[in-house]
């Protein structure tokens, strides 16, 4: 079974730009969370997404967005890069059915760089 | 407010001495409480879960709604068990909540 996958593994961008990340679940997982991960606040949960729909979201400003398509792959985009957002953003999947929405299954995540 | 407290950012044992990572949760309804667990090199995964009260790797926990506590522990640490865990709350089972992490790190 395939693991979670997420491209781009590298990027560098510029304030101002905006960027596109993307995951693709496990197949068969139909929830898709994603976190930003960075040496001072850790693991900040960012979305999660079911079935095409958001469930759930953090403390994280408009020009974070996310989206899931039919086939459960999930794009997170943000918008006007700020210095602050340079971290490691995170995708898991999960089947998103109790009891199992807590087990969670990690890409290796997506390194965003501002400059 | 929801939150998960790991108070120890890093913790150094000795091959074969016991360990104990700490994590404190804030939560209103019942908590469902995790560890993971992300080796180097390798993506953050599950280690264990409070419901199903199992031990992996020689790890157990076990969820004191007094005190409000999920504790990892294992009585004898072994050098492969050195990586970074981290606590985590389902919080109305649609996001998990992680606490900030502790690196342990087991020397021989």
């Known amino acids: 079974k395939a693991g979670v996958t997420q491209t781009p593994r590298y990027l560098i961008k510029t304030r101002g730009q905006q960027v596109t990340l993307s995951c693709s679940p496990i197949s068969g997982h139909r929830s898709v969370s994603w976190y930003q991960q960075t040496p001072g606040q850790g693991l900040q949960f960012l979305f999660e997404?079911?079935?095409?729909?958001?469930?759930n979201k953090g403390n994280f400003p408009g020009r974070f967005s996310g989206r899931q398509f039919s086939n459960s792959r999930s794009e997170m985009n943000v918008s006007t890069l700020e210095l602050g957002d340079s971290a490691l953003y995170l995708c898991a999947s999960s089947s998103g059915l109790a009891p199992n929405t807590g087990e969670l299954f990690f890409g290796e995540g997506s390194r965003l760089t501002v400059l | 407010a929801q939150r998960v407290t790991q108070p120890e950012k890093l913790l150094s044992v000795f091959k074969g001495a016991p360990v104990e990572l700490k994590c404190n949760y804030s939560y209103s309804g019942s908590p469902e409480l995790f560890w993971y667990v992300q080796y180097s090199r390798q993506r953050l995964q599950l280690l264990l879960r409070h419901i199903s009260r199992e031990s992996i790797k020689g790890f157990t926990a076990d969820l004191n709604k007094g005190e409000t506590s999920f504790h990892l522990k294992k009585p004898f640490a072994q050098e492969e068990d050195s990586a970074m865990y981290y606590c985590?709350?389902?919080?109305?089972?649609?996001?998990?909540?992680f606490g900030k992490g502790t690196t342990l790190s087991v020397s021989s």
């Open positions: 997404y079911f079935s095409e729909t958001q469930r």
């Open positions: 985590a709350l389902n919080q109305a089972g649609t996001a998990l909540i």
